[in-house]
């Protein structure tokens, strides 16, 4: 299947409204239909490859949409040397497909070589502060442009840490210049999960460094000691995110929103309705910020 790559028609930086994540079950009806969605994100190792129907899609609709890469494999927070050639990838895709933003998450995935499907939390301590500062920091010089950091859930705390994780979040922006992806799921299951007021989390976040929002939906397993939310990614954004996002958004201004939804992908339909509601809310406080976000090169 060939694929001719063109920037001349492709749509600019990621707009200040709600964008969903492209799945494959969803390609064709996308490019067929073209809905008024805001903009496009897709996983960026899914299009690793040098050809197919994933690189051929991708390059149909990205000239009809914005583009964000997010990135699941990196493994930032990992002891192991940075892998070389999944950063070359990286860079190769970027050059390629021109997105308007470029994020990881600030978790760690790999140990020895092995890679564990999981994106793991950090021990917020001072010298893993260090140590993924110094990694972001050589991502960016490496690609030669400024990337987003999410924050990830977690279902356990290390004894060890010392930071609050707001602020080992908010420091390592501070230090690296990078953007902030804020994950107002991932914030709301983590603060269930460990007491802790997600309120604060978003107070202690810096408005100017977030250049991206994450809402999905997450499950409750559910034990003889009590309830443990686990972000899957598989249902409807649940009305307390939906609260926290107002929240958010009141708090920060209007920022260029995802609707994730990764397992039991449902209808086209239902993600574009979710995104609807993210845009009304949106809308109410769209005076507070016009412009959208610019990432910086590093």
Not at 26 to 36: F, S
Not at 142 to 159: A, C, D, K, P
Not at 260 to 283: C, F, G, H, M, Y
Request: net charge negative; with cysteine.
């Amino acid at each position: 299947m060939a694929v001719h790559t063109t920037t001349a028609s492709r749509p600019g930086p990621i707009p200040v409204q709600a964008g969903i994540g492209l799945r494959a079950p969803h390609y064709r009806e996308l490019l067929e239909w073209r809905p008024p969605i805001g903009w496009l994100e897709v996983h960026s190792e899914n299009y690793f490859g040098r050809g197919g129907a994933p690189l051929y899609f991708l390059e149909q609709l990205r000239a009809h949409y914005p583009l964000s890469l997010h990135g699941v494999g990196l493994s930032l927070g990992s002891t192991d040397p940075l892998n070389m050639e999944h950063l070359n990838s990286l860079k190769t895709l970027i050059s390629r497909f021109e997105p308007g933003l470029v994020s990881e998450h600030l978790s760690w995935s790999s140990v020895g070589g092995r890679y564990m499907n999981d994106l793991l939390p950090l021990p917020y301590t001072v010298e893993a502060l260090s140590h993924v500062s110094q990694r972001v920091a050589r991502v960016q010089d490496y690609l030669g442009r400024q990337i987003l950091i999410e924050n990830v859930s977690s279902y356990l705390q290390y004894e060890e840490s010392r930071i609050p994780e707001w602020e080992f979040l908010a420091e390592v922006a501070e230090r690296t210049d990078c953007g902030i992806l804020l994950d107002v799921n991932n914030v709301f299951v983590s603060a269930t999960n460990h007491g802790f007021d997600a309120r604060s989390y978003l107070r202690a976040i810096p408005a100017e460094v977030i250049g991206e929002i994450h809402l999905a939906g997450f499950s409750v397993n559910r034990f003889d000691q009590g309830e443990l939310l686990i972000d899957t990614h598989s249902r409807p954004v649940a009305a307390e995110v939906w609260a926290l996002y107002r929240e958010a958004i009141a708090l920060y201004g209007p920022i260029a929103t995802l609707i994730e939804w990764d397992t039991d992908v449902p209808p086209l339909s239902v993600l574009l309705n979710e995104a609807r509601k993210a845009d009304q809310i949106l809308e109410r406080h769209v005076d507070q910020f016009l412009e959208p976000y610019d990432a910086r090169v590093a």
